[in-house]
């Protein structure tokens, strides 16, 4: 049973940074390309991040590159994300999950199951 168990969130203010982690369960996580992705209240959840079953090709929203990083550590079944000046659009509740298509123009969730994410709240 898959299941990606997301932390590391918090209340913030402009301009600081948060580390989020997600530990996944239940398939074999150095075969999968991992992203990172968020949901902010009334509009649909956009992929922010992303990164390769080996740990390259990190890749990044333009709202967020420059800013943020993506990292995982296949020896813990884990990936990070690292968020540096934080702004106030950075506000979302964040999900990681496996991806599919990192080489097309399609890049898409693999997994049905979400888990609980982790509320990221920046504010002065």
């Known amino acids: 049973q898959v299941q990606l168990v997301q932390s590391g969130g918090g209340l913030v203010q402009p301009g600081e940074s948060l580390r989020l982690s997600c530990v996944t369960y239940g398939f074999i996580f150095s075969r999968y390309d991992m992203g990172w992705y968020r949901q902010a209240p009334g509009k649909e959840r956009e992929l922010v991040a992303y990164?390769?079953?080996?740990?390259?090709?990190?890749t990044y929203a333009d709202s967020v590159k420059g800013r943020f990083t993506i990292s995982r550590d296949n020896a813990e079944n884990a990936v990070s994300l690292q968020m540096n000046s934080l702004k106030l659009e950075d506000t979302a509740v964040y999900y990681c999950n496996a991806v599919v298509g990192i080489r097309t123009a399609w890049v898409r969730p693999w997994f049905s199951a979400w888990g609980q994410g982790t509320q990221v709240t920046v504010s002065s």
């Open positions: 990164i390769d079953n080996i740990g390259g090709e990190p």
